[in-house]
């Protein structure tokens, strides 16, 4: 039976029908989606925004204002892209990020006409790009340490050789100068800075992981981490502001094993907690602790130097982890040690996680997986 032939009732139940499949199908998108109009209302929406907003049923977000409802906001959202969609009647694509709970999203912006071609408003679609745009900062990330890595280790393989002849030489010089020759305190001061050369090019090295000789000597057997922090915070405690620092531990209570080298973990907590004391030169209070957690349904640990120092500003934090970038004064740092401990993560199979607050301190995470004990 054609359209032309059906009865009223008919005509209408088959509308129907088409209306509820294609809500059906709206509301089985996993996206957000909604229509706004030139005001930014809502006036139609999917389930995916009405759970993802909080609330239980659709007509709940219906009528609001949809920056409102999506990322808690009491004006639009900066970089939305509605206006000018509406002004020029044509799609955008356009990012929201951190607009809510540090997630990202790609929003895709089609304008909706009615009959006469007046605009009626917009349909927007949210796909959630979060966890991509952490994964591609992790490539660019390890893309990163790799380059450098390579060019690091060839640099400090060439400027040891020689900065091991001018050591040699200044304390051959140092040995047969009197002690009142006036030239001994300027050859003792070529001798200190050639020591610090090596020390950054020892650094450097570690930071390529380019020396056999290192390699080999790296014994990756299971390693309690929560054993070689202590012995990473007898080290630390040498440091210059330690007496001004309250150290506070909360330790899990049985070991937690990590496949790896103990050395190489001393040294990435040694260098966490120095980070630590250089944040706080006037006095605070550092927190070490350990614990378990979850992920992808296997068991990871968790370790947490906290301090109560200056705090990292907000657009540091996604520099932190380069290869050479420091906030530090000329000559007090050479931005390696964060990398290095990025690296050492990495190695290990598991992550370094930073959150900070000006004013308020830092809290670095190394999050490793562990192996199970026998």
């Known amino acids: 039976m ?15 029908e088409l209306k509820r499949r294609w809500v059906a199908t709206i509301d089985a998108l996993v996206d957000p989606l909604m229509f706004i109009n030139k005001s930014y209302t809502i006036e139609r929406a999917n389930r995916a925004l009405a759970q993802f907003s909080g609330e239980n049923a659709i007509p709940a977000v219906i009528g609001q204002k949809c920056y409102k409802v999506f990322a808690q906001r009491e004006n639009p959202c900066d970089g939305c892209l509605l206006s000018e969609s509406v002004e020029k009647k044509v799609a955008h694509s356009f990012n929201l990020n951190d607009v809510r709970s540090k997630h990202f999203f790609e929003v895709s912006s089609q304008p909706v006409f009615d009959k006469e071609g007046e605009l009626e408003g917009c349909v927007h679609i949210y796909r959630d790009r979060t966890e991509a745009s952490a994964l591609q900062e992790q490539l660019i990330q390890s893309e990163k340490l790799a380059s450098i890595g390579l060019l690091a280790g ?16 200044s304390q051959m010089l140092l040995r047969e100068l009197p002690e009142d020759s006036p030239y001994r305190e300027d050859i003792a001061e070529i001798e200190s800075a050639t020591q610090r050369c090596k ?20 014994k990756i057997i299971p390693v309690d981490v929560s054993e070689a922090v202590k012995s990473a915070l007898r080290f630390a405690k040498v ?12 330790w899990h209570p049985e070991p937690l094993m990590v496949m790896g080298d103990r050395n190489t973990f001393i040294q990435l907590f040694l260098n966490l907690m120095q980070n630590a004391y250089h944040a706080m030169p006037d006095g605070g209070t550092m927190i070490l602790k ?7 349904k296997k068991p990871f640990g968790s ?4 301090d109560t120092g200056v705090g990292i ?18 000559g007090e740092g050479t931005g390696l040690g964060l990398s290095i401990c990025y690296g050492i993560c990495q190695e290990a199979g598991g992550s370094l996680e930073v959150e900070s607050t000006l004013n308020k301190g830092t809290r670095f995470q190394v999050i490793l997986p562990l192996v199970k004990q026998s």
Not at 2 to 16: A, I, K, R, Y
Not at 290 to 296: I, L, P, V
Not at 318 to 326: L, V
């Open 303 to 306: 370790w947490e130097v906290c």
């Open 313 to 330: 500003a907000e657009e540091h934090l996604n520099r932190i982890f380069d290869p050479f970038f420091t906030t530090k004064e000329p």
């Open 290 to 296: 350990s614990g378990t957690m979850t992920r992808n």
């Open 154 to 169: 060839g640099i400090a393989h060439e400027i040891n050789n020689p900065l091991g002849g001018i050591l040699i030489f």
């Open 2 to 16: 054609s359209m032309d032939q059906q009865s009223p009732d008919q005509l209408v139940g088959f509308v129907e």
């Open 199 to 218: 020390s950054i090019v020892e650094r450097l090295l570690d930071f390529a992981r380019s020396q056999p000789a290192d390699l080999q000597s790296k």
């Open 239 to 250: 440091h210059t502001h330690a007496k001004k620092v309250e150290i506070l531990e909360n």
